[in-house]
Nanobody, 115 residues
Framework: VQVVESGGGLVQPGGSLRLSCAAS????????MSWYRQAPGKERELVAL????????NYADSVKGRFTISRDNAKNTVYLQMNSLQPDDTAVYYC?????????WGQGTQVTVSS
């Protein structure tokens, strides 16, 4: 199982970024996918989750209305569209898949929101 994030970077407050996570090594369409983030000195937190067919999504209260998780099962890819970014969104963002009872993580992609 492998998940690889991309799309992070430096953005000004109010800006947008789209993260992508390419998955391989498992039947992507059979599993829910999630995005987490970890800011310096803080614990890793769940940001968004999407069910295997994409019919149900859940978000942390801090990102509701600003972030959108989606997936393309034909491309084995999950996305996180982040709008209205704020300095508090600065963190390393991780893609995660729970496959057969084991949690898999990517290497993370840095998102920095700063003027």
């Amino acid at each position: 199982v492998q998940v690889v994030e991309s799309g992070g970077g430096l953005v000004q407050p109010g800006g947008s970024l789209r993260l992508s996570c390419a998955a391989s090594g498992f039947t992507f369409s059979r599993y829910a996918m999630s995005w987490y983030r970890q800011a310096p000195g803080k614990e890793r937190e769940l940001v968004a989750l999407i069910t295997r067919a994409g019919g149900v999504t859940n978000y942390a209260d801090s990102v509701k209305g600003r972030f959108t998780i989606s997936r393309d099962n034909a491309k084995n890819t999950v996305y996180l569209q982040m709008n209205s970014l704020q300095p508090d969104d600065t963190a390393v963002y991780y893609c995660s898949a729970r496959v057969l009872g084991r949690q898999y993580w990517g290497q993370g992609t840095q998102v920095t929101v700063s003027s």
